[in-house]
């Protein structure tokens, strides 16, 4: 079974900065995609930021500037460096995959379990 796990989140005064990582692991054939979704409370899941394995990035227009999303292929990780971050961007960050494993003919959706973000004085 893949799994996704994320890391990095915690609490950080506004305008500081976070990297979150989210690494897959299993029996993996290929990554299609990798995304964050953020959700913070009282709210709906949104997405934040995606890549595809050709590189091709999109970005939710409320951290465009601010957010960065990056892929280490060789080690199946996902990256979202955030900076000037804002009381607005606190949520639990969700990292979320296309992945096709080896015990199955096409792609499936991943969810990891999330990571807290605060921002706070």
């Known amino acids: 079974q893949v799994q996704l796990v994320e890391s990095g989140g915690g609490l950080v005064q506004p305008g500081g900065s976070l990297r979150l990582s989210c690494a897959a692991s299993?029996?993996?054939?290929?990554?299609?995609?990798m995304n964050w979704y953020r959700q913070a409370p009282g709210k709906q899941r949104e997405l934040v930021a995606g890549?595809?394995?050709?590189?091709?990035?999109n970005y939710a227009d409320s951290v465009k500037g601010r957010f960065t999303i990056s892929r280490d292929n060789a080690k199946n990780t996902v990256y979202l460096q955030m900076n000037s971050l804002k009381p607005e961007d606190t949520a639990v960050y969700y990292c979320?995959?296309?992945?096709?494993?080896?015990?199955?003919?096409?792609?499936?959706?991943?969810w990891g379990q999330g990571t807290q973000v605060t921002v706070s004085s």
């Open positions: 890549i595809t394995s050709g590189g091709s990035t």
């Open positions: 979320y995959a296309v992945i096709r494993d080896n015990s199955a003919p096409g792609p499936r959706a991943y």
């Open positions: 299993g029996s993996i054939f290929s990554i299609y995609a």
